[in-house]
C-alpha cells in the first residue's frame, strides 16, 4: 500500500516496484568473451558501475518521482535548472547558464563548473548534473563549501518544488524524523511533560506503559536523563533525550514531593502511537473529539464508540464526530473510519495521472453504531482526511454536517522517502467524494451552516424557513458549491459553541434530524 497523506501530513509505504532490464549479449561481446578465454593470461573482469552520491541519488528520486507521478507533467530540466537556480540562496552571486548545449554554474560571472547538458527528461543524469555542478560550486564558492549539506539539500530541493502546488514539499532529515513520530509513533515512555524551573514535569501519565509501571506518577519532576540534566534545557531537547530506539532502556532522575531525595527509574522505551480520539460523555450522546488520522484513529474511533453504547445504553441519542481544527493524515484511516458508519457504497475516490492514482473506496458490510444518528462538525480548519470522512457521511446520507465550509484541501500526497532519512511528500492525486464531488479549494458544506449566527435558533430558522430556497448539495454543480462555500466562511463565534447547540438540538429531535438529512441528500431521512 502507498504511503498516502494528506497534510502536511501518513500507512506504511508501499516498497517501490524495481525494474529489471534483460541484459541482452551480442555475437561480437560474445566472441571477444570466448577469445579471452583462450588465453592462458587472460583474466574474467567484471567492470564496477561507480557509487553515486548521496546527492546524486537523492536529486534522481526526486526529479524521477515528480516527472511519473505528480498532478502534471513537467519537464525534469526546467526541474533541475530551477533546482540550482536556488543555490543563489546561499550564494548570492551564483547563476545558471545554458547555452550550445552547454551548463554553466558561475560565481561572480566566472564559470566554476560546465557540463554537457543531458536529454531533456532523463531525471538520473540530470540528477548527476546537478551534484556535479554543487561539487563545483563548493571549490569555487566559500559560502557554498562551508554550507551544510543538509542546506544545500534544502535550498535545492525547496527551488525544484517552487512551481508545484503548496502541498508538495521536502522534509529534511530532523522534519522526517518528526512526521513518521506522529504517523507511525516513537519510542517513548508515556508520559506528558511540562517545562519546570528544575527539568521538566511529568503532567499526565498513561496507564499501562514503561512510565506507568515504573511507578511514575503526575507531578514528579525530571531532572535528568540518562546523566543529562534537564535544568535549562528546552522542552524540545528534554523530549529527545526521553525518545529514543525501541526496547532501549532510558535511566531518570526523578524528583518527588514527599520524597527527601532524587531516585533512579530506569524505563524501557515501547511504541507510542499519539492518541487522535477523545470521548465524554455529554447528557444522552457522545461527543468524540477526533485531532487527527495516524495509524490508531480507527481503532480509537471504534473503542469509543462502544464505550459510549455501553455507557448510555438504550438512552444514546446520537454521536457528535467533532473534526473542527482536525488538519487530516493518512488516507487509509480516512477511509476506515468512514467505513465504521456506513454498511455500503463509495467513500471516496483518488484520481491522478499516475495510473496507481486511481483508486476507489467502497464501504464493506461491518457497520458499527447502526441507526444511531451523527453529528459531523466541520470548520474552515478541517481538512483532507477529515473532509474525506465528512464528505463521505453527508453524501450516503449518514450524518448531518454542521458548522462552516471546510478548508477544501482535497489533494492526496504520496511520501517517498529519501536517502538523507528525509522525506518528499508529492501531490500525485486529487479527491472526490462519493457523488463525484471535487473537494479540492472548495471542500465540504455543512449541512447547516452556522457562519454569522447567534445563536442555535437563527441557524434552524435560516435553514428550514419557508422563503429560503435550498439547493441540493448533493446534485449541486461546481459553479453552485463555489457559491454556497463562500456563503458559510469560517468565523469564530464570539458567544458559546453554537456548532455544539446546534448538534445537541438536531439529536434531541429525530424529525428534526431526518429533515436536516434531506437538505444535503434527497434520499435521506426515509
Not at 199 to 212: D, Y
Not at 414 to 421: H, K, S
Request: aromatic share 4%.
Amino acid at each position: 500500500m502507498r504511503q498516502q497523506i494528506f497534510d502536511i501530513k501518513h500507512l506504511i509505504s508501499r516498497p517501490e516496484r524495481l525494474w529489471r532490464a534483460g541484459l541482452a549479449v551480442g555475437t561480437l561481446a560474445l566472441f571477444m568473451a570466448l577469445a579471452a578465454c583462450s588465453s592462458p593470461t587472460a583474466q574474467n573482469v567484471t567492470a564496477k558501475q561507480p557509487e553515486k552520491s548521496e546527492g546524486e541519488q537523492m536529486f534522481a528520486k526526486v526529479l524521477g518521482n515528480i516527472h511519473k507521478m505528480y498532478l502534471d507533467e513537467l519537464p525534469v530540466d526546467d526541474l533541475a535548472i530551477a533546482g540550482l537556480s536556488g543555490l543563489k540562496r546561499l550564494e548570492a552571486d551564483a547563476s545558471i547558464k545554458r547555452e550550445n548545449g552547454k551548463l554553466s554554474l558561475l560565481v561572480n560571472d566566472t564559470p566554476v563548473g560546465i557540463i554537457a547538458e543531458p536529454k531533456r527528461n532523463s531525471a538520473e543524469h540530470w540528477a548527476e548534473a546537478i551534484d556535479e555542478l554543487i561539487g563545483a560550486g563548493r571549490k569555487g564558492s566559500t559560502k557554498l563549501a562551508t554550507a551544510d549539506t543538509e542546506r544545500i539539500y534544502k535550498v535545492t530541493i525547496d527551488s525544484i518544488l517552487a512551481g508545484l502546488d503548496r502541498y508538495t514539499r521536502y522534509a529534511g532529515r530532523a522534519e522526517g524524523r518528526r512526521n513518521r513520530e506522529t504517523r507511525e509513533g516513537f519510542g517513548g515512555v508515556g508520559v506528558g511533560i511540562l517545562k519546570h524551573e528544575d527539568g521538566v514535569r511529568v503532567e499526565h501519565v498513561t496507564p499501562n506503559l514503561p512510565a506507568a509501571r515504573a511507578g511514575v506518577v503526575p507531578g514528579d519532576i525530571f531532572i535528568a536523563v540518562d546523566g543529562t540534566p534537564l535544568r535549562g534545557q528546552s522542552l524540545g531537547r528534554s523530549v529527545r533525550l526521553l525518545r529514543g530506539p525501541l526496547g532501549k532502556p532510558v535511566q531518570v532522575t526523578v524528583q518527588r514531593e514527599n520524597r527527601p531525595e532524587p531516585f533512579v527509574l530506569t524505563l524501557s522505551r515501547t511504541r507510542i502511537i499519539p492518541t487522535t480520539v477523545r470521548y465524554t460523555s455529554s447528557g444522552n450522546f457522545a461527543h468524540l473529539r477526533i485531532t487527527g488520522f495516524n495509524h490508531d484513529t480507527t481503532l480509537e474511533l471504534q473503542a469509543g464508540v462502544v464505550k459510549a453504547t455501553h455507557e448510555l445504553g438504550p438512552s444514546l441519542s446520537g454521536l457528535v464526530l467533532d473534526l473542527r481544527s482536525n488538519p487530516g493524515g493518512l488516507l487509509d484511516q480516512a477511509v476506515s473510519t468512514a467505513d465504521l458508519f456506513l454498511r455500503s457504497g463509495r467513500i471516496s475516490t483518488t484520481r491522478g495521472r499516475h495510473p496507481d492514482s486511481l483508486q476507489l473506496f467502497d464501504a464493506s458490510e461491518a457497520e458499527i453504531a447502526q441507526d444511531i444518528p451523527i453529528v459531523v462538525l466541520v470548520n474552515g480548519a478541517s481538512a483532507s482526511a477529515s473532509e474525506v470522512l465528512a464528505a463521505a457521511l453527508q453524501d450516503q446520507g449518514r450524518a448531518v454536517i454542521v458548522g462552516s465550509s471546510s478548508f477544501g484541501k482535497g489533494t492526496v500526497q504520496t511520501v517517498i522517502p529519501l536517502p538523507n532519512d528525509g522525506e518528499l511528500i508529492l501531490t500525485w492525486a486529487r479527491l472526490l467524494s462519493p457523488f463525484g464531488h471535487v473537494l479540492n479549494k472548495i471542500g465540504v458544506i455543512p449541512t447547516l451552516c452556522t457562519s454569522n449566527a447567534e445563536n442555535a435558533d437563527s441557524v434552524f430558522k435560516r435553514a428550514f424557513s419557508a422563503s429560503t430556497t435550498h439547493p441540493q448539495l448533493a446534485t449541486a454543480g461546481l459553479e453552485s458549491r463555489r457559491a454556497m462555500m463562500k456563503r458559510c466562511p469560517w468565523q469564530p463565534h464570539k458567544n458559546d459553541d453554537i456548532d455544539m447547540a446546534v448538534a445537541k438540538r438536531i439529536l434531541e429531535r429525530p424529525e428534526l434530524y431526518k429533515n436536516a438529512l434531506r437538505l444535503a441528500a434527497p434520499v435521506a431521512g426515509g
